[in-house]
């Protein structure tokens, strides 16, 4: 770490948590670099999924039975 790194990382550490959790949403907030294309291909992905439900395409099942296929498909 620079020293100014390091600095402002001991200074932080004194902060009372309140003020550590605003200050570590901040930085990242920064790094945060949302991509349009990959908002908009999310967007049409979650758009043709309730479609499928909606047009009967797929089945929905409840969280039980989903977590139950997950364990039956691990001890195989």
Known sequence: M??????????????PPEERARLA????ATLDRSDDTVEAAW????RRRIGEVENG???LVSAD???AQVRNALRR
């Open 25 to 28: 949403a901040e930085l990242l």
């Open 43 to 46: 967007d049409a992905e979650l």
């Open 65 to 67: 039975e989903a977590f």
């Open 2 to 15: 620079t020293d100014l790194v390091s600095e402002l990382t001991a200074r932080a550490k004194a902060l």
């Open 57 to 59: 395409a797929v089945q």
